[in-house]
């Protein structure tokens, strides 16, 4: 998943006025590395995070968007 498909999951849902939002929280389970890249795009959007180092590793991190609760989850390798 690339951070230009998270948002057109988000926006679709968004503008959908068939789907109830209030209390709404999307999961998704992301790779390792796909995680640590959303994890980086994400943390970097945030114009205060721009001289910062890199996001701390976590296997899961939340980001709100349009009012919508993204939860990330790293999956587990088999």
Known sequence: MTY???IKSVSLIIENENISKKGLTLVYELDSKNHKQ????LFYL?????NSP????S???EVELG???IKFVKTMSK
Do not use: A
Not at 38 to 41: G, H, P, Q, R, S
């Open 67 to 69: 009012g919508l609760l």
């Open 59 to 61: 296997d899961e991190f």
């Open 4 to 6: 230009e498909e998270l």
């Open 54 to 57: 890199p996001p701390p590793k």
């Open 38 to 41: 959303m994890n980086e795009v």
């Open 46 to 50: 945030d114009k205060n995070n721009l």
